[in-house]
């Protein structure tokens, strides 16, 4: 009967190294590749067969979580402040959906990134000389009260490029240039997002 019982051992050991592999797998894969002796090449095609779903899975998720991952990169892209001031009133939800920068009247007002100028005029009650720029990334840039506007919509721009002139126009009362960021249509706090000049 000792025979059985050893074959009977054998297999325990055996059903367990399948068991123990994969999870040694999940945490370091050099240790279980030197766990797995060729002479268990029966057991190999088991482990493969009960690992390989359980590695494509998180393979795929992960391969789908780096495209989310490289949006989330992108989510929190960097730009350029487009003029130098002060803040003079800062983002809130709802109330003031941009930051307004006090400068004086005629200071170049710059692209806070590359993109397209999606439009440039003064129909958009409230924000008088308005320019709109969509990046490459799903941002859009607001640049508003300006005094002149040196952009016309369908323009390539780059980051750094005038785009106008700081003014008085719209609703303020003193020379100032509203900034906002959408991402997408959802206004985000541009303070979040500016790094330098």
């Known amino acids: ?47 493969v067969a009960a690992v390989k779903p359980e590695q494509a899975a998180p393979a795929a998720a992960a391969s789908k979580a780096e495209a989310p991952a490289a949006s989330a990169d992108d989510d929190k892209p960097e730009f350029r402040w487009p003029a130098r001031g002060r803040v003079i009133k800062g983002f809130k939800a709802g109330t003031n959906e ?8 005629g200071t170049p007002v710059k692209a806070a990134e590359s993109g397209v100028v999606v439009y440039s ?32 919509r369908g323009d390539q721009v780059k980051r750094g490029q005038q785009i106008a002139k700081s003014g008085q126009t719209g609703d303020v009362s003193a020379p100032q240039l509203h900034f906002e960021l959408r991402k997408g249509s959802t206004p985000v706090d541009p303070t979040q997002y500016l790094a330098g000049l």
């Open 98 to 105: 941009g930051i307004n920068i006090a400068v004086p009247e």
């Open 1 to 47: 009967m000792r025979g059985p019982q050893n074959a009977a051992e054998a297999k325990a050991a055996e059903a367990k190294t399948p068991v123990a592999t994969p999870a040694a797998q999940g945490k370091t894969a050099a240790p279980a590749k030197a766990e797995a002796p060729k002479a268990e090449a029966p057991a190999k095609p088991q482990q």
């Open 121 to 152: 005029g003064n129909e958009v009650k409230g924000y008088g000389n308005l320019v709109l720029i969509r990046h490459p990334n799903g941002f859009v840039s607001a640049y508003a009260n300006n005094g002149e506007l040196m952009v016309k």
